[in-house]
């Protein structure tokens, strides 16, 4: 926390006159103790001290000027270079950058990335992931014999439409509302 924005809270707050007063003394060997500039006489309110106080009790003593603080919340974001997928291990497998950073990953980790699932893997993962039910037989049959290039985009646009998607979404949010038909 700033001096400046200590001096800005401290003054930004309306007090009845002579509240602060009693406690101004007390507020100053605080932060005489916190290594804070003297504060105005006419600058001094409760809300200083009490600012004073919260520090020094959080363990974090050190006041700083307003330049000095180098947050990275503060930071205006950078996108970050993506890794070079001939260079990875596996980065044949890499369709987009957000692959190129986990197979970074876990090279750096000395750890392997799993093999491709089979394409009735890739389907029952769909729909247990998308409905929370099965696939038929003969769904899986479906997907295994089309070996169009849509065929994947095809079958979640399928399972998106499917009644049986909102019917899990809608489980869900009853969940988080607390619904109970008890």
Not at 57 to 77: E, F, M, Y
Not at 141 to 170: K, M, N, Q
Request: charged share 25%; net charge positive; proline share 9%.
């Amino acid at each position: 926390m700033s001096h400046d924005t200590i001096m800005r809270v401290g003054t930004s707050f309306p007090t009845q006159p002579g509240a602060g007063e009693m406690r101004l003394p007390r507020c100053r060997r605080i932060a005489r103790r916190l290594n804070v500039r003297p504060v105005p006489r006419a600058a001094a309110r409760p809300t200083f001290c009490l600012i004073a106080v919260l520090i020094a009790l959080s363990g974090n003593a050190s006041i700083s000027r307003a330049d000095d603080v180098n947050l990275w919340s503060l930071n205006k974001p950078s996108r970050p270079a993506v890794p070079d997928a001939s260079t990875l291990a596996g980065g044949d497998r890499v369709r987009n950058p957000i692959d190129a950073f986990v197979f970074r990953a876990l090279e750096e980790r000395g750890l392997a990335a799993a093999p491709p699932a089979d394409r009735q893997t890739l389907v029952r993962r769909a729909y247990f992931d998308l409905l929370g039910l099965p696939p038929t037989p003969e769904q899986v049959e479906a997907f295994v014999s089309d070996t169009s290039d849509d065929a994947w985009p095809r079958l979640i646009d399928e399972l998106l439409a499917s009644p049986h998607y909102g019917e899990r979404w809608g489980r869900h949010w009853l969940d988080v509302a607390r619904y109970a038909d008890s």
